[in-house]
């Protein structure tokens, strides 16, 4: 059993995955923001849109981790 203030490989994928959550949502702001604004770099635009796609990979990664394949 865990040590008092021990997370187990669950719990630490968990909260890595809100991380990258969050993380996405702060790339979707930004992103919006940049092509709202006058000045959007279409460099910048294209790195953000990138970065925001491998933090979905990501995600979608440890999701998977967490939901148990269920064969019927």
Do not use: C
């Not at 709202?36 to 979905?56: F, M, Y």
């Not at 995600?59 to 998977?64: R, S, T, Y």
């Amino acid at each position: 059993m865990n040590a008092p203030g021990e997370l187990n490989f669950e719990e630490m994928l968990r909260i890595r995955l809100g991380v990258l959550k969050q993380d996405h949502r702060d790339l979707d702001y930004a992103i919006h923001a940049l092509q709202e604004s006058a000045r959007g770099d279409a460099l910048t635009l294209r790195r953000l849109k990138k970065q925001k796609l491998a933090l979905k990979d990501q995600i979608v990664k440890i999701e998977d981790q967490l939901i148990p394949d269920i064969i019927a």
